[in-house]
């Protein structure tokens, strides 16, 4: 039995409230729980995938990881340190080993400098590489993303979206970091160019042995990635686990209501579906009890007035019924407890096996290596 890895960053407890508008005495007029007591971590060469609907807090919680913004309360630690205790130089020397992938490459980018001097600024700020040097690792940075050398002359307005996310990983990975946080890295990106960018993230965690922690709301693009997953809703996790295991046996209903909404090609192989009532409720004014209890088709008195806990356990759920919901039937296995031995049910399941060969061809992309035509 192997020992699992330490985790190179770890966090704990973390809190960050808004204010939200303010009256004629500049008083609050109220205030958001972004992010509510989160915990997580995150070992070299894993990813962690935090999913969740939009307004749950994934990208306040990679800001708070950054120190970007500043929690409220909780403790984050990178191999060991804990950078709320740090000054600013400290900080900054310590942001070497953690660099962030934005959901807009363009938007990430300073139109104003050149792909070589994005790359440069970092390589000097953290003292990477001598001055004489630069160049050359500005060129090595490129190849690694699939870029050409020459793409060190060029802006940010004329690559294409592939090309300029490339250039905003090339810049990430300019200082050596041990952990990236990648905020929606590939939704901005076009589906055929998805699959070459996280098979570039795929070959750079291998290569590099880096930690990701991916935050995403597309469980597609989750299940082809994470090797643990965290699911939030309305700033807590409510569910983490191996990602094996939580895609083949959710355990919160919110988890199931999620992935019982993701699209199957063969309409006869569905499988569970929860179908939620009503619309998540305000930040501003969460409910009481459990959070999602407000849309649960198994909440209960205890529901409404006392908030599960996430146990500490391989596979967690924040959910009184956890252990009591019935098996989960996973998409495209439905039909499979059918009478697999009629013609029909055989057509339906080698059609659905070429279905799924396909559709891995589409999402591993080219078959040449990554840095060979980029888009």
């Not at 919901?325 to 009478?339: F, Q, T």
Request: aromatic residues 4%; glycine residues 8%.
């Amino acid at each position: 039995m192997t020992t699992p890895a330490a985790p190179v960053m770890r966090a704990e407890g973390l809190v960050k409230r808004f204010e939200v508008g303010r009256g004629l005495f500049g008083r609050a007029r109220g205030v958001v729980s972004a992010v509510d007591g989160v915990s997580l971590e995150v070992a070299a060469g894993r990813t962690l995938a935090v999913v969740g609907e939009s307004g749950c807090g994934k990208s306040t919680l990679a800001r708070l990881l950054l120190r970007l913004i500043e929690p409220d309360a909780g403790r984050i630690e990178l191999d060991g340190q804990d950078l709320r205790a740090l000054d600013e130089a400290a900080l900054l020397r310590a942001r070497r080993h953690i660099q962030m992938v934005f959901q807009d490459p363009y938007g990430s980018l300073n139109p104003r400098m050149s792909a070589g001097d994005t790359l440069a600024e970092p390589l000097q700020l953290h003292a990477v590489v001598p001055a004489a040097q630069r160049a050359a690792r500005v060129r090595r940075l490129l190849d690694q993303v699939g870029l050409p050398a020459e793409a060190a002359r060029r802006y940010p307005h004329e690559f294409s979206g592939g090309q300029r996310q490339r250039l905003a990983i090339a810049r990430a990975l300019a200082a050596g970091p041990k952990v990236l946080v990648c905020d929606e890295p590939v939704s901005a990106l076009d589906v055929s160019i998805q699959a070459q960018i996280l098979n570039l993230l795929a070959d750079l965690q291998r290569e590099l042995g880096l930690a990701y922690v991916f935050i995403s709301h597309d469980l597609g693009v989750v299940r082809q990635v994470a090797s643990e997953v965290a699911v939030m809703y309305l700033g807590r996790f409510v569910e983490t686990g191996p990602a094996e295991q939580v895609f083949a046996a959710p355990r919160h209903p919110y988890t199931r209501a999620l992935l019982g909404a993701v699209p199957v090609a063969d309409p006869a192989r569905r499988g569970t579906r929860t179908v939620l009532a009503g619309d998540v409720p305000s930040p501003l004014a969460p409910p009481p009890g459990c959070r999602f209890h407000t849309r649960c088709p198994h909440a209960d008195e205890r529901c409404r007035t006392e908030a599960p806990s996430l146990y500490a356990q391989l596979h967690g759920a924040a959910c009184w019924h956890a252990d009591r919901l019935a098996p989960w039937v996973a998409p495209g296995a439905a039909s499979d407890r059918a009478d697999l031995a009629s013609p029909e049910a055989q057509r339906r399941q080698r059609s659905h096996a070429v279905l799924q060969r396909l559709q891995a061809a589409f999402q591993r992309g080219p078959t040449a290596t990554v840095s060979s035509s980029p888009p």
